[in-house]
């Protein structure tokens, strides 16, 4: 089918990535420019994006985002900083609470997902997060 624009969101200076979390509510999105990761509430009526009117402060220049597959936990690799920010996502609200920063090698420019036991054979991430949300950093 074809697609039927439905208007621009401002979203602030430099957004670089955006991630859906699983249930289709609400949409995270890098602002680079601002140093920040802002949300949005995703209208079930007509796929407007409502600001969660907050932001979140993720390291300096965040470039990349990853949110678990259960939708509890979301993932910003920070670029000048060279650390991943994690964050609890509210089911409810979709407020996001800083859990822990953590260093890694050099720009974490792509995260992925891996099981706990399951090796990191790829060469297309350089950050990975296992599915029990400890941060496993630098694989290559």
């Known amino acids: 089918g074809a697609l039927t624009p439905l ?3 401002p979203v602030g200076m430099l957004p670089v990535q955006s991630a859906l979390d699983p249930t289709g509510r609400f949409l995270y999105v890098c602002v680079s420019g601002e140093d920040v990761v802002r949300g949005f509430k995703i209208d079930e009526a007509n796929g407007a994006l409502i600001s969660l009117g907050a932001d979140w402060g ?8 990853c949110i678990d597959p259960a939708g509890q936990f979301l993932y910003a690799g920070n670029n000048d900083t060279d650390d991943l920010a994690s964050f609890r996502i509210d089911a409810g609200s979709g407020a996001l609470t800083p859990l822990a920063r953590t260093r890694t090698r050099d720009l974490p420019l792509n995260l992925a997902l891996a099981q706990a036991d399951a090796p990191l054979a790829t060469s297309a991430c350089n950050c990975a997060v296992d599915l029990s949300g400890a941060c496993r950093v630098g694989c290559s």
């Open 7 to 9: 208007g621009a969101t």
């Open 58 to 65: 993720s390291g300096e220049q965040p470039v990349s985002l």
